[in-house]
Antibody, heavy 124, light 108 residues
């Protein structure tokens, strides 16, 4: 079955950097789009970024554009989120999700499977 | 970006009652790319509905989705105790793939 396990969260000072990882298993990682979604404490869901299945298209929320970078390593089935110039408002649980699409088809899809999330706290 | 507005903010109902949750978009959603998620406290969200009306795998048929254009709805025909949670809609037709602010379904 699909498993997504996030890691790399922690406490970081404003202006600092952090890299989140998501280890994927139970499916062919390079066949599906992958998303990051975050949730600030006590707040709703916010979509952050998506990487297309072929790795050629990356989209971002306006709130993180220019600061965050999504990437992957298909040799070890891992999705990443590099977060730079962190702000207090980036404090949230970050979820890795697998897009619900047919395999190897460039089509939009919702977040079909979710990891358990990793908490990022930006504070001095 | 497309703004999704969910209503009501909170719905107070009893088990066995029906629930209708609304999601209104600031512009038409291409190909009815609307999804609905359920989230319980301390848990990751779970996909319920995609493509506005298709149930995800393993989702009971008491959950149904409908709508097109800018107006979408999820209906829970008879609330079970495990259905009391927060529900979010999301559009994934146009990046950024925005979420609504959520509707909490609580026990009356």
């Amino acid at each position: 079955q699909v498993q997504l396990v996030e890691s790399g969260g922690g406490v970081v000072q404003p202006g600092g950097s952090l890299r989140l990882s998501c280890s994927a298993s139970g499916f062919t990682f390079s066949f599906f789009p992958m998303h990051w979604v975050r949730q600030a404490p006590g707040r709703g869901l916010e979509w952050v970024s998506v990487l297309s299945y072929d790795g050629n298209t990356k989209n971002y929320a306006d709130s993180v554009k220019g600061r965050f970078t999504i990437s992957r390593d298909t040799s070890n089935n891992t999705l990443y989120l590099q977060m730079n110039s962190l702000r207090a408002e980036d404090t949230a649980v970050y979820y890795c999700t697998k897009g619900l699409t047919p395999p190897r088809v460039l089509v939009n899809g919702p977040a079909g499977n979710w990891g358990q999330g990793t908490l990022v706290t930006v504070s001095s | 970006e497309i703004v999704l507005t969910q209503s009501p903010g909170t719905l107070s109902l009893s088990p066995g009652e029906g629930a209708t949750l609304s999601c209104m978009a600031s512009q038409s959603i291409s190909s009815s790319y609307i999804a609905w998620y359920q989230q319980k406290p301390g848990q990751a969200p779970r996909l319920l509905i995609f493509g506005a009306s298709s149930r995800a795998a393993g989702i009971p048929d008491r959950f149904s989705g409908s709508g097109s254009g800018t107006d979408f709805t999820i209906t829970i025909s008879r609330l079970e105790p495990e259905d009391f949670a927060v529900y979010y809609c999301q559009q994934y037709g146009t990046s950024p793939y925005t979420f609504g602010q959520g509707t909490k379904v609580e026990i009356k």
